[in-house]
């Protein structure tokens, strides 16, 4: 009896956590993906722990933000796009849309590539891993249901946990990691500053929020499932930016006391491996690609969700072509689009994800203050409104980031033209 129930309770404990967590954790890791994994280890390499007190104060604008959009889901069961759409102009929905695919196509592109790059260092050409992988997202989206599609979100989201494997193997000073994210240290040289507002952008991105709202909309809970949406949201943002912490700490602790410098997520999983152990680097890799394949699935649904919303055509992942053509027609066609300009011989992905997150940086503010204002009208929310303290925080953030892509933004054309310095 008692081998049975060792066997039961895994499987239990597994249950339990796929019945509380869902979108939030979905969300929130999905902003670990390529582009992010490789901007953590950039910081690690580069300000070694310098930089973690900064994913404290993240932690919790991205809870906020996380929440504020679970909330509007589970209250109105509309998305982002269906809210903006009713209470704003159309030209301000256009802007926010046509800015959203533009940035989010990129993204798609950069997804596949980091597929491609992870397979790599496993052996495994990127064509044909690049194929296959588009191939399964595809399939589990349009031949799926919202049940098994989440199911297999949440299951990707284990591959996170090789980051603190492999920052433990790394053998960090943890009273110098405890030190880092209780004292708040700061340096003005561009590339510092380059990196601060990268982290954030990568931490904070759009299209996350944008999920989790049409996600929770979808999931059909209503008001009274928002208590469960709500640990969701905190729980998915604290275990995202845990994980962030940990890449930090792991590139922190080998490559920085070397110098060695890291442009990409696959350099620093080579750059790992003689450090740290052949298993450091392979837990790298396996990090790297679960995190691709997971963003390479919500971003393209994250836009799909979006668009038909804006223009007011059926969606829903649990929808057959016939019933939702549009919806699952823009889905399909940007995993295609992904995957085949990632397959492209010479790609400058790194290119690429500058151009994102710039225009990342762009979109954030315009939607993180609609986000705000949406969930401030009582008109929509009745007693899920905003109250005082959520409204602070909300356009504290809306501050903050606002001013630092501008500075993001400001940095990068300085770069393009020759005037930035280090």
Known sequence: MRPLLSRLRPR?????????????LIAANAGNDASGVATYS???AKYGYGLLW????????LAVMQEMAARMGAVTGKGFSDLVRERFSIRWTALVMVALLVANTVLVVSEFAGIGAAAELFGIPRWPA??????????????GNYKRVQFVFLAMTLAFFSYPLAAILAKPDWLEVGKHLALPTFQLDSGYLLLFVATVGTTLTPYMQLYIQSAVAERGLGPEGYKRERIDAYVGAIFADLIAAFIVIATGATLFIRHIDVQTAQDAAMALEPLAGPF?????AIGLFGASVLAAAVVPLATTYSLTEAIGFERGVSRTFAEAPVFLGIYSGLIALGALVAMIPGIPVIQLLIVTQVLNGLLLPIELVTIVKLASDKEIMGVYVNGPIRNALGYVTVGAIGCMSIGYVAITVLRIVGLGGG
């Open 42 to 44: 950039s910081d690690g």
């Open 54 to 61: 900064m994913l404290v104060l993240i932690t919790v604008s």
């Open 130 to 143: 690049i194929v296959v992988m588009a191939l399964l997202v595809w399939w589990l989206v349009v031949k």
């Open 280 to 284: 450091a680097g392979y837990l790298f």
């Open 12 to 24: 239990r404990t597994l249950r339990l956590y796929l019945s509380i967590l869902g979108p939030g």
